[in-house]
């Protein structure tokens, strides 16, 4: 008897794809069985909590079982539902963006706690934008913000700027095709930078999930992992206004060396803040 066959309900057809999900060593099985039949039912997952009689058509039956063969194949949740929540703001997401980590959250936090006032005028700058995921959620902060996301890769520049139109934020966003800084102008008072850290050592121990469908140059940078901060660190003076800051996010154990290259170009360090598990997560960088 084939797996369409059995379920009929969803709570059935949930558990059945949990026994499949926690015998590849998906971490959390029964979330993610009801996120995506969530999104083939078109209902949020909870309600799979307190319904699980809720029925499934056959159609969705047939296509909830072909995504949970695509996440045993570890391909990611936010490839298969097409969306990632970040900063409580749903953000498209396909294989040609770095899927949004909640450790990032740490530095839209930090730049927030930075500008306090709500109407300020502030003029932002997101390097290697991606989905839009930092620059975007700081925008919706901020009503009188407006801002740049520049990126070398023109697909994830077209889901950027998708992002800012479903966020009604495109009025205030520009997004531009350039390698790091080379075609930028004009000085900033929030810069962020969530930029490739990861060393060639590193990737090769990557998951699955991450190595084999996350987009390359959103994670490698050389042999150290330090290059992307060493080509974008010696030129953000020039960028940020008189009392800018900006947020880069560094790697595990990375800070103290990205510390040091900021240093090394005349930039002061303001702070170290760590993400939600304690992790050293977003430096924030300010100009003599
Ligand atoms: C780690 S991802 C960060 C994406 C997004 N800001 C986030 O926080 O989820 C790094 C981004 O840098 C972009 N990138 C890589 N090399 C670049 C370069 N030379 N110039 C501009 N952007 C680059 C990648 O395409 C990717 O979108």
Redesign the pocket.
Known sequence: MTDQSVCTEAGELISTAVSKLTAVGIELPQLEARILLGSVMQIPPSQFIVSPEIKCSDEEKLKYIALVERRKQYEPVSHLTGFRE?WSLNYQITSS?????PD?ET?VFEALKSFPERKLPLRVL??????????LSFLSERPNAVGI?????LS?LKIAYQNAVSFELSNRAVFQQ???L?GVAGEYDVI??????VSSEEFKLLHDDVRKFE?R???LAGVDGLE?YK?ILPHISKFLSKDGEAFF?VGINQAQRVSEISEANGLIVRGQFADISGIPRCLAIKKH
């Open positions: 970040f963006v770095l899927d949004p980590r990032s530095l997101d390097i290697g934008v991606g989905s839009g995921c930092l620059l996301g520049v990126d070398i890769s994830a350039s390698n790091w080379d962020f930078c969530n930029p490739p850290y987009p140059e959103a994670l992307a080509n996010e």
